[in-house]
Nanobody
Framework: QVQLVESGGGLVQPGGSLRLSCAAS????????MGWYRQAPRKLRELVARITSGGSTVYADSVKGRFTISRDNAKNTVYLQMNSLKPEDTAVYYC?????????WGQGTQVTVSS
């Protein structure tokens, strides 16, 4: 079992930036994928970005060039730097950890982009 604790959400104006953090603890395997998903009201949860323990990344087309995912394996922490935020980025952002043993989700952190 892996526990995930997210932080860094909040209210930001369009064009602004936020950085989300997600710290993992528990039964963490050295080979895993960590990522961020988001869910807006009345919409399905969607992938934002993910990163493997080797550093390979995947981004949703809607965030390419604006968001950057990174990972500190020594701290078991994944980050999501979000720049040039748009109102359509408003959602609850969830951290995800996947390994051969388990799939875990964080509780979510609200990101609101509004003037």
């Amino acid at each position: 079992q892996v526990q995930l604790v997210e932080s860094g959400g909040g209210l930001v104006q369009p064009g602004g930036s936020l950085r989300l953090s997600c710290a993992a603890s528990g039964s963490i395997f050295s080979i895993s994928t960590m990522g961020w998903y988001r869910q807006a009201p009345r919409k399905l949860r969607e992938l934002v970005a993910r990163i493997t323990s080797g550093g390979s990344t995947v981004y949703a087309d809607s965030v390419k060039g604006r968001f950057t995912i990174s990972r500190d394996n020594a701290k078991n922490t994944v980050y999501l730097q979000m720049n040039s935020l748009k109102p359509e980025d408003t959602a609850v952002y969830y951290c995800n950890h996947e390994s051969l043993a388990s799939v875990s989700w964080g509780q979510g952190t609200q990101v609101t982009v509004s003037s």
